[in-house]
Nanobody
Framework: EVQLVESGGGLVQAGGSLRLSCAASGFTFDDDYAIGWFRQAPGKEREGVACIESGDGSTYYADSVKGRFAIYSDDAKNTVYLQMNDLKPEDTAVYYC????????????????WGQGTQVTVSS
């Protein structure tokens, strides 16, 4: 069965950094799939953060995180990472990873499997 498991969340001060991991099983990311990172804060809609495609490793970012976040993969570990730098209080949310078939998209219906999420809290 397909499973996605996020880890690496926690509490950090504004200006700090965290690295999130998305460990995949039941499929191989390198075989024509895309992985997206999303986040959801209390009372707000789930929004796309970053995505990566297996074909050429191209990436796509939300305007709010460009220059601060980076998405990359380790094919040997079947894992996708989200490096978050210069964190701000408005980055506080539950972060999810998801599998998709289309690239460069933050449309929720384009993703068919989701992880359970990991909490990121940024204090001021």
């Amino acid at each position: 069965e397909v499973q996605l498991v996020e880890s690496g969340g926690g509490l950090v001060q504004a200006g700090g950094s965290l690295r999130l991991s998305c460990a995949a099983s039941g499929f191989t990311f390198d075989d024509d799939y895309a992985i997206g990172w999303f986040r959801q804060a209390p009372g707000k809609e789930r929004e796309g953060v970053a995505c990566i495609e297996s074909g050429d490793g191209s990436t796509y970012y939300a305007d709010s995180v460009k220059g601060r976040f980076a998405i990359y993969s380790d094919d040997a570990k079947n894992t996708v990472y989200l490096q978050m730098n210069d964190l701000k209080p408005e980055d506080t949310a539950v972060y999810y990873c998801a599998r998709g078939y289309y690239y460069h998209t933050f449309t929720l219906s384009d993703y068919d499997y989701w992880g359970q999420g990991t909490q990121v809290t940024v204090s001021s």
